[in-house]
Each structure stands twice: as C-alpha cells, then as structure tokens.
C-alpha cells in the first residue's frame, strides 16, 4: 500500500461516510466563530428549531467590527454595535463559549486559537473566514467556509466535502538576513498565482519551513488562500509540541502525553505521493512588496513595476493595466521610489508577540517619517498585554506608531481604521484588493520589517541593506 | 433552498478575471445580520465614477442587461474572502447561474447553500460568448442541470462537469443540514470511536 500524505492522515481519521461519486462526510472537531460571518447561522438554527450538537466544540470572538481605540467608549457605529450585540446574544442562548470585547483574551480568531490552546495537530478546524487556514500551522487541517456551512457544523459538527488534491511546497535552504516568512509565501504566490492552489491542499516542506518558528508557520500558512488553496499545512515537530505545552484549552497530564504520542504520526510517509510538487530555494527570496491589487502581483524590492507594453498574453496584460490605474503606478519604475502615506503592522497574518518584536527592534531609537500616519495593532489582548510587559509600546510611541486595542482592524477597515481614497499603505496584511482596506485606496503588502523600514523612511527600502 | 433544474435567462457579461468577493460586495455592507437586501452591495465600488454617480459603462447599469439571471465572467470568479454575502447579493440581484472557466473554491460551494449554480465551461468557450452576448441585444442561454448543458441561442450545446451529489441536492432543492442529520447513527458512532482514539478532542472548550 502506498504512502499516506500529512493531509491524507486527516482526512482519513475525519471520515463519516463517503458518497457514491465520492462526496464524504467530514467529522469537525472544532469551529471558531466570529460576528461576521455568523449571524444568520444562528438566525438558521433557530428557524428551523435545531441546537448546535457540541456546543462545547466552538469559540467565539468578535474581532472585524471592534474599534481598536479606547473600548470603554463604546462603538460608535450602531450597525457594527448590533453585530457584535448579536453575537453575544447568540452564544448566550446557545451555550457557546465567548471572549467579548472588554476580555483580556479577545483578538483576532485566528490569532486567539493557537494563543489559547484551542489549535491542536491533526484536527479538523474550520471558521466562516478564509484565513482560518492559519490554523495549519499546527499540523491540523483548517479552512475557511461560508455562513451556510457555519450553520451546518453547529448543527451537525459535520460538512459535506469532495477530498482536495495535495500540492507540496517545498522550500530549502535559508533566508536571507532580514527576510521572514512573509516574504517566502509572498514569493510563493508570485510563482503559482492566486489560483494556482486551487482544489488543492498545501503541505510546506523543506528545511526552510523547518526552520521556522511557529508564528512564522502561520503566517505562511495564514495567506495560503491568496495563493487558492483553501488550507495549507506544515508537518508538527518538537516547535509545535513546545508552543501547545501549557496553554488553557490544551490537554494536560496524561491526556497531553497520549496527545503527544498522536501528533508524531503526523508526518507523510517517504513514499507518499503528492498530486503535485514546487520548488523554491530561500536564498532566491528577496523581500516582497506587492505592487499590484492581488496577492499574486507581487516582486522583490529590488525589482522594478512591470511593464504591461511588454506582455503578450492578453489576460495579464490587462489585468496588469487595470492594476496599475488603480494603484497609480508607472511601468519601470523601482519599488523603492514608491512613497507611501500609511503603515499598517497587524492583521492574523503579522500580529502576534514575535511579528512586534522584530517590528519593534527595527523601530527602535528611530522616527516615522512626517509624511506617514503608522499604527500598529496586535493581535490579541494577550499579545498586546506581554509587549507592554516588554516595553515595545513605548519603542513603538516615541518613534511616532500609534499603538491600539487589538482586532483586524485596516486589514478589512470594517471599523473605524479606513485608507482614504488614493492613499497608499504599507500593510502586513494579507490582501491588496481595490477598496480592501478604504475604497480607493491603494495596499502594499510586506514583511512587518519591511512596513517599518517603510514607515520610516517614507519609502520602500530593501531590508537586507537598511541601517 | 429552490430548486434548479432549467434556466433560459438573460445573460449579463463582466469581462474581468480574478474577481474576489470584496469586489462582488465590500466590507460596508457585512455589518447586516440578514441574508436579504444585499443588491445594493453588489459591485458597489465599480457601479460608481469617481464622483459618485453611476458609471454608464458598468454592465449592471445599463438597461439592456436589466433582468439578467445568468453571470458569463472569467477565471478564478469568486476569489478572496469566505463571505457567503457574495452568492447573496448575487441572488438578491436575481443571477441563479454564474458561468466561468473556473471559479475559488469557497465561493464554488456557497453558490450550490444558496440554489446558484455555477457552471464551469473552457476559456475558449466562455470567450466568444462573452464576445456574443456584449454584441446581440436580448442574449440568452439555457443551462440544464440534469443534462449538464448550456445551449446558445443558435443551438449551439456546451456540457459541463459537476459531482452528482452535488447535482442532485440542487436539482432536488435538498436541505442539506436536514441530509446530513439522516446520518445521525453514523456520526454518533465516528464520536464514540474517536473518542477511545483521541479524548482529548472532546474536551469542552469552555475556558
């Protein structure tokens, strides 16, 4: 018999029943739930007279509604206010374990979720937002569904699925100096495209994913749905056994060792086959900026805006016109010269301690730039607790960041944090859509070293070469 | 969730790949806790000029595409962000079939919860149509489910690929939560087997 994929381990241990064409009943072992994408589950649960059958199996947290200045306020927005009310009100009358917004613990879900031990290796986690395919990071299988599907989990802990093809992303080697895991899957959907991964499932390998810390592994992870696939997913090692230890929803004793036995099979076999593999070598990834209004658009900073006049294929030659109107960018021109208004150091992509810490320590002793407004928010309110307690807000203010209460925030500037028409942003997040972060403006994705670098010197730098 | 079993339908062309669903709906509009009324979100960004009044040259302007109920676009329709706001608006702007030569998977799955049936045709297929329907007046298709065939008015016929199982929950209008409770038994017994395997999954995870 041949070899087992990472992926094929799950699914198969996730199988109620299969189909005749194929079509299986997957088993979820955990859901978490924010404000948005939830409400009408809920409203559907209700309508039809159902209860959610382990309601001790989910998680809420509002986190793309709330303000990220003083909560004791309130929310001015009553629409948004409602939302997040509706929330609380649901998981009352449900039984649903909730983090609401005064909690210590509230913040992005997908930033919350492996804070609080809920993320767990070789599990079946999904959420009604596409960055639930963060939670891969760990060795579980985690994506993003629709609100219908939110409502058939509650009700079933269930979801009809067709088994994903596999992609292996191999990258060896290691980084360049300054260079993050950001930079590694901005590179990697520059070479696929958005939808390269679509239909299938990513494992990352390679001694350059290896190396990477657990936060690394979620942001790669994090952006596997810009490149199409709804999850990704790296192999568990002894980093991610270290980062559960302890953790509130993690098991304990005994439990926690016959864990821990359970995860060390989660590996694919040698003679495992994938449906398809790519390759990258660190050493070849520069520091990216997206210049265009997909992830998949997307260079090195040494490199310069393409060139639509040079295209032959009609598709890319529009799309790349249409992009560079939008961002009000010339052909040829280096991505350094771009100047920029706004920086954003967030978002469940480049949120938690370590993403601020390296942010921080490029920060120190320097000034943003006249010409920039920079905020940076965190991820949780735990994470935003231990930077205090490591005093990279006060780095952040004296050189000139805001520092706010943690949510997604100018990610999706579904709260009050909005780009103005026209304005530019460097922004860890993860999507430079037209009209993502305020309609009309215009997103740069980066590295938080790179934002920083950026924020400063009012312009993209290459990081490899900043002092 | 209706049915759908044949369409013949007006066809409204957006000549543009890579559409994500910030663009079909953004962010202003997912305050709602209701599944209805999101027409006024669809496209909300590119229905407008810059100064805010309607741009003509935007398809969902003109009158001639008033009605519409079949969406012919380009690849990776869909892409981006879960919300199934997007297959909403969609529906609430009266489009029960979107053809593509392919389509995001999370978007792909929230059109078959919502009765929309995205149908999947080659890139050398949707081109000339899209070419078609921007050049006749009144241009209509009919898409068969059950036969997996989009016709053109001149009679010219396309099959499409779709799981059965997935056919038929449309072409029957199943609701799918009260389907998958039909297997009650077997999902009782997957938790007490996985439960010997792995207990520490079933523990609450009430804080």
Redesign the interface.
């Known amino acids: 018999m041949a070899g087992k994929t990472l992926f094929d381990k799950i699914w198969d ?1 996730h199988v ?2 299969t ?5 299986t ?1 997957l ?1 979820i ?2 859901q978490l739930v924010h404000e ?2 939830s ?2 589950a809920f ?1 559907g649960l209700k309508l ?1 007279g ?1 209860r959610p ?1 382990r309601s ?4 809420a947290v509002p986190d ?2 709330v303000p990220t200045t003083d909560r004791r306020l309130g929310i001015a ?1 009553h ?2 206010a ?2 997040i009310q ?1 929330l609380e009100d649901n998981c009352k009358d449900f039984g649903i ?1 909730l983090f609401n917004m005064s909690d210590i ?1 509230q913040g992005i879900v997908h930033v919350i979720g492996p804070e ?1 031990g ?1 993320t ?1 290796p ?2 079946t986690i999904v959420c ?3 960055h639930t395919s963060t939670h891969g990071a760990f060795g579980a299988l985690a994506f ?6 939110v ?2 989990v509650l ?4 979801l ?1 699925q ?1 088994r ?1 093809k596999t992609m292996e992303i191999r990258v060896d080697g290691t980084l360049s100096e300054r260079c993050s895991a950001k930079d590694i899957i901005l590179a990697i959907i520059g070479k696929i495209g ?2 390269g991964g ?2 299938y499932v990513i494992e990352y390998t390679g001694s350059a994913i290896h190396a990477l810390s657990m936060e690394g592994r979620m942001t790669l992870c994090n952006m596997s ?2 490149g ?1 696939a ?1 999850a990704g997913m790296v192999a568990p090692d002894e980093k991610t056994i270290a980062y559960i230890k302890g953790r ?2 993690a ?1 304990k004793g005994d ?2 060792e ?2 821990v036995q ?1 995860w060390g099979q989660l590996k694919t076999d040698t003679d495992a086959k994938y449906d398809v593999t790519v390759t990258l070598e660190a050493e070849q990834i520069a520091p990216q900026v997206s210049w265009g209004t ?1 992830p998949g658009m997307v260079l090195g900073v040494d490199q310069n805006i393409p060139d639509p006049r040079t295209m032959s294929d009609e ?1 890319t030659k ?2 790349t016109e ?1 992009a560079l109107a939008y961002m009000g960018l010339s052909p040829n021109m280096p991505i350094t010269g771009i100047a920029i208004d706004k920086v954003f150091i967030g978002s469940c992509t480049n949120s938690r301690i370590e993403d601020l810490r390296l942010a921080a320590s490029f920060a120190k002793g320097k000034k943003v730039a006249k010409t920039v407004q920079a905020m940076v928010v965190p991820g949780s309110g735990l994470v935003k607790q231990q930077a205090e307690t490591e005093g990279l807000d006060r780095v952040f203010r004296e050189a000139g960041f805001e520092w706010r209460e943690a949510g997604c925030s100018m990610c ?3 709260n009050a944090d909005v780009l103005k ?1 026209g304005e530019r942003c460097a922004s860890t997040s993860n ?1 430079n ?4 972060q305020g ?1 009309g403006g215009r997103t740069h994705l980066v590295s938080p070293a790179m934002a920083v670098a950026a924020a400063i010197e009012g312009h993209f730098v290459d990081i490899r070469h900043w002092s | 969730m209706e049915r759908f079993t044949t369409l013949t339908g007006l066809v409204a062309p957006l000549d543009r790949v890579n559409v994500d669903t910030d663009q079909v709906i953004p962010k202003q509009f997912l305050k709602t806790i209701k599944r209805t009324g999101l027409r006024e979100g669809l496209f909300f960004d590119w229905r407008k000029l810059k100064d805010g009044s309607p741009d003509p040259s935007f398809f969902l302007n003109q009158p001639r595409y008033q009605g519409a109920t079949i969406l012919l676009t380009r690849d990776n329709f869909g892409c981006g962000s879960s919300r199934e706001h997007a297959p909403w608006a969609l529906l609430d702007q009266g489009f029960r079939c979107i053809i593509a030569p392919s389509f995001a998977d999370i978007f792909y799955n929230n059109c078959f919860q919502n009765g929309i049936l995205p149908v999947v045709l080659k890139a050398e297929e949707v081109l000339p149509l899209i070419k078609d329907v921007t050049e006749t007046l009144g241009y209509r298709l009919t898409v068969d489910l059950h036969h997996q065939t989009v016709t053109t008015p001149k009679g010219t016929t396309f099959r499409f690929e779709i799981d059965p199982f997935r056919r038929d929950c449309l072409y029957r209008g199943l609701d799918a939560i009260g389907l998958t409770l039909q297997h009650e038994d077997a999902i009782a017994a997957y938790e007490s087997r996985r439960k010997a395997e792995a207990p520490w999954l079933f523990s609450d995870v009430h804080p």
């Open positions: 241990s109620v029943r189909e005749p064409d194929g079509t009943l088993y072992d955990r948005v994408t409400p009408q409203e039809a159902r059958r001790a199996a989910t998680l793309h509604n927005d629409v948004s409602l939302q509706t374990a613990r609080q809920f767990l070789g599990t009604g937002d596409s993003g569904i629709g609100t219908s599907e409502e058939h009700a079933t802990q269930c009809v067709k994903p958005t939808a679509t239909g749905i810009e199409g709804r509130p929803l098991p439990l926690f016959m864990a359970g997909n598709k529009n799309a249409r999706l500037a579904m028409p999507r859509f037209e009209g993502r309609a």
